[in-house]
Each structure stands twice: as C-alpha cells, then as structure tokens.
C-alpha cells in the first residue's frame, strides 16, 4: 500500500512507501546524492536544515511552492532539477495539466527550444511514473 510521509532534504523529498505489514520503506535518495551525504555528513546535514527551512518558511501553499520550484528549474536549464522538481511535485498531489503549463509559459520567457527541452524532461518523469517508459 502506498501512502506518502515526506521528508525534506533540502530540495529532495524522498517518499515513504507502507508495505502491507505496516512497516515503512524509504525511497532512497539518487546515488550521487547518497555518496555525498555519506562523505560530507555536517554539510548534508547544514543543507537539509536549509532547504527544510526554506522549503516551510513564507506564505505559500506545498502546490504552489512546489510549481515555483519547477519554474526556477526550467528557467535555470537544470535537466536534473526539473525531474526532481516534476517528481515532488507529483508527489505532492500537482496534475500534470499544472505542470505542463509552467512549462508552456516558459515557452515566451526562454524560447521554444530550452522550454521544448524542458518539456522532454517533463515527460520522461510523467511517463516513468505512469510506467510507460
């Protein structure tokens, strides 16, 4: 069975999944990830509190926090950030319709090629979701 608990590292939320026994399974993080937090613990550890904290802080809503976060993704070009932006903010209930549409603004700010691309990247989460990749 799945439920999601999220938990903050920094801009990465891993997702807890429940097995039918009730025990929790945590996702584990992407192995660049992991490797930097095994070698440089009080830095992953400062980072995590960071982004935690900013992640919490202000007035907006998780479902617009998270759309901001893909918009800063996508304008950067960052084709890593925008899969985990697209896959927390899956996670965190965002339609792809929503989604797709930041992309779709992004067209007339950074050009139809870079927004293109981010669409691409957009995708290949969407579908790996799905399982159709």
């Not at 440089?40 to 901001?68: I, N, Q, S």
């Not at 050009?111 to 669409?119: K, N, Q």
Request: net charge neutral.
């Amino acid at each position: 069975m799945r439920t999601t608990e999220k938990c903050h590292y920094g801009t990465l939320v891993c997702v807890r999944d429940t097995a039918p026994r009730g025990e929790v399974m945590q996702k584990p993080l992407p192995s660049s990830i992991s490797g930097f937090e095994k070698k440089h613990p009080a830095v992953w550890e400062a980072f995590a509190k960071l982004g935690e904290a900013c992640h919490e802080t202000g007035p907006l809503d998780e479902k617009t926090r998270r759309l901001v976060k893909l918009a800063m993704a996508l304008g950067l070009r960052h084709e890593g950030a925008v899969h985990s932006a697209t896959r927390n903010a899956l996670q965190s209930g965002v339609t792809r319709e929503e989604i797709e549409h930041v992309a779709i603004l992004a067209i007339t700010t950074m050009g139809w090629p870079s927004a293109y691309a981010a669409m691409t990247w957009i995708e290949d989460e969407i579908s790996h979701r799905d399982g159709s990749k």
